[in-house]
């Protein structure tokens, strides 16, 4: 922030440092461990008075000095170019912090620099024990440097006390110093082994060849013990958030610990096997390929040091993106723009949106990634994004996986960063948000005669709206199949609930012309339940015709898992098909009563928003297969599942097969979080901030300008409660249900979920009433007290919950047995009702019965089921009141 930026994209993201650096590590170390080989290789010649062991002593210091003193002096000057431009400020920090640190290092190698060129320009001209003396001298001005440098990189890892004191001996003996000291030595003298291996390969005597082959084989495998045990010692005292970041918690490190692990097995191998006696020619290669193996294992072992400190550069002082950690909050109240010294843009405008977007990217972005560029190209990451996708990426980003920075800055500052990824880098249009057109669609009120009519038939949806997961060859979360629930009621002065002697039976109308399309769909849906669980646990299976069984517990005749779906076969879009329900005599086949309801459904689920892709029917509706392998790609990533491969096989799963979910009755494994805690306690971590319901609008059918719109009943349309009047935003309902997995015993899984999502509603998690999902929702008599009318339409039902599933709205009855749903409309469309592919499609009983879209029995219209008007409240307190939501209202 207090440095300009270098604008290298392509070659950007670390790209220089990266190759600079390894190679220089390459050859620094072997500087080290080299020094130590050629002295004693030298001893070696004079005791053995070998003239051939002196002679390759000598040539191999000519390569030595060559290497490390043109090349590695080079390449270390090329470091501190490239860390000044593209991190000047952690470079700074290392300066100021251990400036005389470095001076005495400087030092060092100065001494190592005239050791080197003393050693090689007097190799038998000088008495030995002096020679072998400046050898010596090399090899422990080399191993100071080591010791030197080694403090400040471990710095960087494990800066341990050094955050607290500020004592420079803190931050330079650190936690890591030893460990990675010793380690650092053990792989300097396994190098010299496999530059041993180069030189002798070129040894024209035979015999000799192989003998100082095996001589350098020694090097490579003897201290490749010691470097285990070391490893396991330096592990063990990285920090804790680091070492979970190298053993696995980053999916980008895994392949470099892998590497690491399976290159030090090929490079013990391969030099056992290089000591076997074979001519020069096949040698000679094969030497300088275990030395460009000798390469990739310091590299993988460095790229693992290094991206084990992430978010940081400096471990919890500095972020990778160079920005102090303490200066994190001042930023996102103020704003990035406004505290960075080398921006142009200072305020934001529409005018310049995509051009602070472009300043804010330099900022927080290039200095991980490119663009078009071979390192953490940040075009294929984003490509699937739209802005709010995008947005809502750099809002989660950082929160569970840390291995990035967060996001600092404004909300308006990161939306100018979504812009600028979208429309510049991608250089996608975006649109103006337009309501999706419906159509208006016709329909009958079937037809009652309170004069000669005996009975009334009730039918109703149990859930506001069922969503579905038409990705089945992919995945399935929420399988097709409504559930109808029916009550006959015999009408008199005493009207009485009909459970013998009856048969209800449904058919679906919904538009499908060819019966046999939709039983194929249910198929391929149903599969996937069938092999994951029992078929009947929890769906039922139904066709598209069929009869009721009764529940006598509930008094209640119920239809579970008719399969609809929202559009038919020629692509019709219908969220709200009817379902005719038919009572008929079980003796005498009379029928009793007809009636039809709507069977609410939607695949309006809005995965697409974030995984990319586009809707799969007709652009309006449905899960593409681009969005399901993106989500399968992700959980795999993440998680280290194997689904994708799965369902490549033919093998697609059911989400709660893995995932406990009360609304299938699966339960799954009971170790995971349950299905609805896992998947909004996830998603809670990118949509927060959202005004109202814009979170839940952003995955579920709920937005007032969606093709779905599932909000139908009088909460919404006549006193504009939205989803967070009952549930809460985003982050109070996801932490209900995480806490109530909490204290089942889920402790890590759900606090690690928890540890970033702060409550809107109330004050602190303590505040948050547990629940567990579908069996515990907001109760309705939170509101409406005594039954009567709230006091205001500012009160809130969330975090009061039923204490028993059967006082869940959708479950409970009177004291008669009357289901609460079958006069009040479903959960989500209570009457009166307004839905936008026709006013009164979801009133359709109110209509039937009393031609008016109340309740039924509202505005004292008892006689529906009573045969004439009523003087006492027999079902709830409040009833004769007359209706308050009056059509004019609306």
Known sequence: MNYPVWELYTLGGGFWIAVIAVLHVFVAHFAIGGGLFLVLTEKKGYRENSKQILDYTKKHAKFFMLLTLVFGAVTGVGIWFAISLVSPAPTSRLIHTFVYFWAIEWVFFMAEIVAIFVYYYTFGKMQRDKHLLVGWLYFIFAWLSLFMINGIIAFMLSPGAWLETGNVWHAFFNPTFWPALFFRTFIALMLAGLYGFVTSSWIKDPDFRERMIRYCAKWLILPFAFLILSGLWYLSAVPEGAKAMILGRSPEIVPFFRAFIWLSIIIVVAGLLFSIRMPGSIKRPMAFVLL??????????????????????????MYSNSIPVEMEQEINEKGILSLAKWVENRELTDENMLSAGREIFNLQCISCHSLDGPLNDIRPMTAKFGVYGMDSMLNGMGKLYDYMPRFMGTRQERLALARFIVED?????????????VPVLDFDIPPFDPDQDEYVLLAWNTLGLKCITDCDDYWSLLPPGNTIYAQLVRRDFLPEIVLDDVVITYQVDDGFENPADHVAFWDNAHSIVGREIPRNVGLAGLGMQGEFKLNENLMTFVAAGIPVVPYSDDGTINPYPFIHVEARDKNTGQVLARTKTVAPVAAEMGCKTCHGGEWRVQGRMGISAETASDVLRLHDRRNKTDLMARAQAGNPVLCQSCHPDPLLNA????????????LHGFHAHYLTDRQGAEACNACHPSDPDSLTDCKRGVHATTINLDCTSCHGTLEDHALTLLKGEYEKGKTLRAERLMRNIEPRLVVSLEDINPRTPWDQQPDCLTCHQDFGRPESHEVSAFNVWNDDVGELYRLRSDFMGLMCQSCHGATHAEYPSLNKYGRNRDNVQPMQYQGEPYAIGANNNCAVCHVMEMDFEAHHAGMLDGTRNRLDSY
């Open 667 to 678: 339960t799954g494994d009971p170790e995971l979080l349950n299905m609805p805690a896992a």
């Open 425 to 437: 880098i991608h250089g996608k249009e975006v649109t103006e948000h337009t309501p999706a057109e």
């Open 292 to 317: 460009f193996i000798g390469l990739l294992y310091m590299g993988s072992f460095e790229w693992m040091r290094e991206a084990g400190r992430r978010p940081y550069v400096i471990y919890e002082f």
